[in-house]
């Protein structure tokens, strides 16, 4: 089993910072990461892509958050970052993380997501 973990959402300004993390922990075999994305889903509306990032490196990133979010990974702590910098109200939504490993489910794991508000 793989557990996934958010944090660092909050409450923020418009034109303001925040940090996600996404934390990996549980059976998971070495060297076999294939990629994590963060999705977010606002109320009333559909679930949507935020950014991509697989084990090669490639990065993807949604229309609507491209030039100010940016994300990461750390291998050495299975984590993976979402900079989201110049915040703006139609960002508020829960984010949650979702990761594929080879040799594990196809569907992947999810986490149990982080809210974010942006708001003055």
């Known amino acids: 089993q793989v557990q996934l973990v958010e944090s660092g959402g909050g409450l923020v300004q418009p034109g303001g910072s925040l940090r996600l993390s996404c934390a990996a922990s549980?059976?998971?075999?070495?060297?076999?990461?294939?990629?994590m994305g963060w999705y977010r889903q606002a109320p009333g509306k559909q679930r949507e892509l935020v950014a991509l990032i697989n084990s090669g490196g490639i990065i993807i990133y949604g229309d609507s958050v491209r030039g100010r979010f940016t994300v990461s990974k750390d291998n050495g702590k299975n984590t993976v970052y979402l900079q989201m910098n110049s915040l703006k109200p139609e960002d508020t939504a829960v984010y949650s993380c979702r990761a594929w490993y080879y040799g594990l489910r196809q569907d992947g794991y999810w986490g149990q997501g982080t809210q974010v508000t942006v708001s003055s």
């Open positions: 549980g059976s998971i075999p070495s060297n076999n990461f294939m990629g």
